[in-house]
């Protein structure tokens, strides 16, 4: 095994601060238990002097790094030698402008852009963050891996798993996954346990079994997979010419992304390659909504490093004692006990972020705002355009800012949630078949 010297991994609180090598594989600090961190000896890495300096390697697409939406910004992420490289393609996206559905949250033509990453060869952003994670595995010589998932994080690790030649066990909550994730996971080989439980169970297990038996957990615990979901935001300031949108409007879950988008600003700004940070919006489903209650009613912050551990502590002990289950029709953010709480609290300080619940309501009319007018996406996905309409309301994000949505999934993840929306006139929107008889005249007296 070899390590490179550019790399380190280091825990987030800062009365530890211990440091690791890449070499190791352990999600947890194993001195305080605390979240850890990518580090990196920028001064040993040679980082391109400007972001439009990456734009030169769209002529050399035969490259397979090259190519990778991850890993053609390699340098951002530079944890391991290219022979470990793992890609599929991910990261092909695209940044839409999208005038109708600016117009549905009351923004001006040409401020709102959807950042599509239903794309991805597993149809959601998961795999930027697979391919870095892989990478990682490979480097450190695993064979066998697990993670738990609402249903894409399934879907990507099976999918990268088998690219890889590694086993893989996922774990999901029995009837909380959307039918189209959990036939991908099926479908690209994966072991499938279905837990009588939610995702937070899922998640509690799979730490054990990963202990136990010694897989590589694939969970956003996993500091080297936000390490490729960085690339997300890399690509937005791509899509926007090389200039940093005022907002990113994020979805909440397990909150990967929102950690993971706080950290690529934070070191972009550092090395000089943007100027300013844009802000974020985290949304939340109502029926699981833990950031948002933490953060707007309890007050809890990022606070140097130093967070409030009692106020989280007595938060999980109040929905322990209730036997809370969250609820939510988006099931990729049906999460109350989101492991990256303390890095979203970093990143919601680094942005200025803000964070909001929205309703199930919301959501599925959101989506098929989205689904009309845009590239469609599942109900998570949708939430961003429904908090965005929150945050244009109270005037908290202007109507002429620059606002760049994360779509984080492909509609056709989650197939039952559009159906019955559409079929059982669910909202606003709902755009349901016609039933008619096998009869030509009858046929064309439907037609409009
Ligand atoms: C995983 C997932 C989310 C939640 O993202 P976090 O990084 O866990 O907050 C949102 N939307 C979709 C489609 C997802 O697959
Ligand atoms: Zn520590």
């Known amino acids: 095994m070899s390590i ?3 790399a380190f991994q280091e825990c987030i609180n800062p009365d530890c601060g211990a440091e690791f090598d890449c070499g190791q594989a352990l999600f947890k600090c194993p001195k305080c238990g605390e979240l850890l961190d990518a580090r990196y000896n920028w001064d040993r890495i040679e980082v391109p002097g400007k972001l439009s300096d990456f734009a030169a ?22 944890f391991c030698e290219d022979k470990y490289k793992v890609t599929i393609g991910e990261g092909q996206t695209i940044l839409q402008q999208n005038d109708a559905v600016a117009q549905y949250v009351d923004m001006k033509p040409g401020c709102l852009y959807l950042q599509y990453e239903g794309l991805n060869p597993s149809g959601s952003f998961k795999d930027n963050g697979m391919a870095a994670a892989f990478s990682h595995a490979k480097m450190v010589g695993v064979k066998s891996c697990a993670c738990a998932s609402t249903g894409n994080t ?9 690219s890889c030649g590694m086993k893989c066990t996922v774990f999901i909550g029995s009837g909380r996954i959307a039918f189209g994730k959990l036939s991908q996971s099926m479908d690209y080989g994966a072991q499938t346990i279905q837990i009588r439980g939610d995702f937070d169970d899922c998640m509690r297990q799979v ?8 897989l590589y957990l694939l969970n956003s615990l996993n500091p080297f997979r936000l390490e490729g979901q960085k690339a997300i935001m890399y690509r937005i300031i791509e899509g926007l010419g ?23 600003f934070y070191e ?39 967070v409030n551990q009692a106020i989280i502590d007595d938060y999980y002990a109040d929905l322990t004692a209730r036997n809370f289950s969250p609820h939510t029709c988006a099931s990729a953010i049906e999460i109350s006990r989101p492991v990256n709480l303390k ?106």
């Not at 399934?154 to 088998?162: D, I, N, P």
Request: aromatic share 6%; net charge positive; with cysteine.
């Open 343 to 448: 890095k979203c609290l970093r990143s919601i300080d680094i942005c200025n972020g803000v964070v909001r619940a929205v309703t199930d309501d919301e959501i599925r009319d959101a989506k098929a705002i989205i689904g009309k007018h845009g590239l469609g996406c599942e109900p998570a996905s949708a939430a961003t355009i429904a908090g965005l309409r929150h945050l244009r309301a109270e005037g908290i994000i202007g109507a002429d800012e620059r606002v760049a949505c994360v779509l984080t999934g492909h509609a056709l993840k989650d197939p039952n949630v559009t159906v019955n929306y559409h079929k059982q006139k669910q909202g606003k929107f709902s755009n349901p078949p016609v039933e008619a008889p096998n009869d030509l005249d009858e046929i064309i007296k439907l037609i409009r």
């Open 57 to 78: 390697r769209w002529a050399n697409r035969s490259n397979r790094l090259d190519f990778s939406g991850v890993w053609r910004f390699r340098e951002l992420l530079n």
């Open 154 to 162: 399934s879907a990507s690790v099976a999918l990268y798993a088998h």
């Open 4 to 6: 490179t010297d550019t």
């Open 207 to 214: 730490q054990d079994v990963c202990t136990k038996l010694g």
């Open 242 to 264: 090389w200039e940093v949108p005022d907002w990113i409007v994020v979805p909440g879950g397990n909150l990967g992304n929102s950690s993971a988008f706080g950290k690529a």
């Open 268 to 306: 972009l700004k550092q090395l000089g390659l943007i100027e300013r940070i844009p802000r974020m919006a985290i949304i939340n489903a109502t029926g699981a909504d833990t950031l948002t209650d933490l953060v707007n009613s309890k007050k809890l912050a990022w606070n140097n490093g130093r």
